[in-house]
């Protein structure tokens, strides 16, 4: 059964840093391309980065050059390192596959940065 679990969220102030965990179950690790999501309130989820399952990475402009994926392949983790946060990058992120899947979508991790 599939499952993924984030955590690191938290309270910080602009320019400082959080590291983002997303636990998965073997089969999901294994078998998907994994990705960070995010939706900031009042706007739609979008996407952050993504991982592929032969380790190749991509980030969207609006976090290139601070935020980077990386994954541990012993424990199958996915993790965002985030550098130089902004209020703009507060919201609830969230891990899935890329695609997402529907049933994989969970409570998220909420990540807010004060001015």
């Known amino acids: 059964q599939g499952r993924l679990v984030e955590s690191g969220g938290g309270l910080v102030q602009a320019g400082e840093s959080l590291r983002l965990s997303c636990k998965a179950s073997r089969i999901i690790f294994v078998h998907n391309d994994m990705s960070w999501y995010r939706q900031a309130p009042g706007k739609q989820r979008e996407l952050v980065a993504v991982i592929t399952r032969n380790g190749r990475t991509s980030h969207e402009d609006f976090v290139r050059g601070r935020f980077t994926i990386s994954r541990d392949v012993d424990n199958y983790t996915v993790y965002l390192q985030m550098d130089s946060l902004k209020p703009e990058d507060t919201g609830v992120y969230y891990c899935?596959?890329?695609?997402?899947?529907?049933?994989?979508w969970g409570q998220g991790t909420q990540v807010t940065v004060s001015s």
């Open positions: 899935n596959t890329k695609p997402p899947r529907r049933d994989l």
